[in-house]
């Protein structure tokens, strides 16, 4: 019986860590702006959309969820295969030749090593259209913000005429230091509309989201994250970051499986009792402790 109860406690955990999805206002706003700009007519000048947040704020699960709402089922026995929406994500020192690789690594078709850009474009335009692709979605774009003055304006410019040539719009995704590259050229910054995901406040739109969350986690004691202590605990400790909240309350949860607690209160939430779990807050994480 032992075994099954320990068995059970794991199995309650690690369905808790997985990703789960909260619906809030920002979110499910920009989440519909999104579905808007999918199903934009083609024009000469295509809309785009920046989505702006910090790091573990939640823009690169949005866009995710977009993605997967929006793709559709695999099926071996379709005659056409179509792709809606092109996600991918740039990485470090992120360039023209990286951005065209990034994609045709994404759709299974990277070429040989010596292949010009040119010719990477004019795959990736034929893909687009055999694929039926409206939208490419960019995320980690703040990557391109790492070279050279030269290097971010030819990616900025590559991004904008894959929107132009192939008549789709981009979307983006980035920390804030994305809006400083696309202000760096005024024919850029006017084709993207931001849309920000701001770091959480003490509100009710706050409260209703821990409300939500609560409800995921699943514990079966009686508490109330929206408590007055609770919720400010857990802000402060998040620093208004979404993903980090969540991870504490993941590893609050946890612990309250494994302890039979099953609540997380203001004495589980403190200082010491956090220091007991290994959980840092992320505004100490870099401090070398002495």
């Known amino acids: 019986m032992e075994n099954l109860a320990g068995i059970e406690q794991e199995a309650r955990i690690a369905a808790v860590r997985k990703d789960f999805w909260v619906g809030y206002t920002t979110a499910k706003k920009i989440m519909a702006d999104l579905e808007d700009l999918l199903k934009y ?14 790091t573990n704020n939640g823009k690169s ?13 695999f099926d071996p026995n379709a005659d056409k295969t179509t792709l809606p929406i092109v996600y991918i994500r740039l990485r470090a020192k992120a360039d023209e030749a990286r951005l065209y690789n990034a994609i045709l690594s994404s759709l299974f078709a990277s070429g040989p090593d010596r292949e010009s850009t040119d010719s990477k474009l004019d795959r990736i335009h034929r893909l687009f259209f055999h694929l039926e692709t409206k ?15 030269h290097k971010i304006r030819e990616l900025l410019h590559a991004t904008k005429n894959l929107g132009s040539d192939l008549k789709i719009p981009i979307v983006i995704g980035g920390t804030p230091e994305v809006l400083n590259s696309l202000r760096s050229d005024p024919q850029i910054s006017n ?24 409800v995921k986690l699943r514990l079966r004691g009686d508490y109330d ?46 200082n010491a009792y956090l220091k007991g779990l290994g959980w840092v807050p992320p505004s100490q994480r870099t401090k070398y402790a002495r």
């Open 191 to 214: 084709r993207f509309q931001p849309r920000h995901l701001e770091r959480w406040k003490m509100s009710d739109e706050f409260l209703s989201l821990l409300a939500t969350i609560q």
């Open 61 to 73: 699960f949005l866009l995710s969820k977009f993605v997967d709402r929006n793709s559709p089922p």
């Open 135 to 149: 939208m490419l979605v960019v995320d980690e774009f703040q990557h391109s913000t790492c070279g050279t003055p």
């Open 225 to 270: 994250l929206t408590e007055e202590g609770i919720s400010q605990r857990i802000l402060l400790l998040g620093g208004g970051i979404l993903g980090d909240m969540v991870d504490l309350l993941v590893c609050q949860t946890a612990d309250a499986i494994r302890t039979g607690s099953e609540v997380i209160t203001e004495k589980t939430l403190s």
């Open 41 to 54: 007519p083609k024009k000469i000048r295509m809309p785009n959309i920046a989505v702006i947040g910090e």
